[in-house]
């Protein structure tokens, strides 16, 4: 059964801390692996990676991927209240997106 | 930029009525899709859709739903008796050549 794993479910942090969520994943025709952000509706695509070992960066988010360990981890920087959200991350099977459950993460001023 | 919509974006229906989603993918995508997530629970797929056929459809999507792009803008989901287990948030996605799903704001559909 494909699987995606998100860790941990929730996290609260202060405004200028560094997070790392983290994704692992099991799935029998993986093609790439997406994190989302999910305020109060519709996932908001962030990244998308499919190459082991390259980083994407945006601001303050990066994310790398490892297709060896099957695992993704996605990176905060100086968090800010306007990061406190659910991410998602997902993984491109085929012709379906499997989500994982979610990260809540909520930064405090 | 371009984004995906979706009318309505809250439908409430009796159970056992037949309610028809909408959405408007990105205009120069070619594969579109249906989400759900219900409350609480995680975003699962339902139906992957291109060149005007279903190309993947998961067990949840069984005989009561059906999908159509009848012109060529919009893409439809159809629930033709819905159960009060329907009720959730029903997401559309497209994307072009490449894997990057974008998502639509959501129908919220409650069934009572």
Known sequence: EDKVVQSPLSLVVHEGD???LNCSYEVTNF??????KQEKKAPTFLFMLTSSGIEKKS???????????LFSILNITATQTGDSAVYLCAVVNGNKLVFGAGTILRVKS | EPEVTQTPSHQVTQMGQEVILRCV???????????????????????????????????????QFSVERPDGSNFT????????E??????CA????????YFGPGTRLTVT
């Open chain 2, 86 to 91: 329907d009720s959730a948030m029903y997401f």
């Open chain 1, 31 to 36: 093609r790439s692996l997406l994190w989302y």
């Open chain 2, 25 to 63: 993918p990105i205009s120069n995508h070619l594969y579109f899709y249906w989400y759900r997530q219900i409350l609480g629970q995680k975003v699962e797929f339902l139906v992957s859709f291109y060149n005007n056929e279903i190309s993947e459809k998961s067990e949840i999507f069984d005989d």
């Open chain 1, 18 to 20: 560094t997070v790392t």
């Open chain 2, 94 to 101: 497209s994307t072009g050549i490449i894997y990057e799903q």
């Open chain 1, 59 to 69: 601001g303050r988010l990066s994310s790398i991927l490892d297709k060896k360990e």
């Open chain 2, 77 to 84: 989901l159809k629930i033709r008796s819905t159960k009060l």
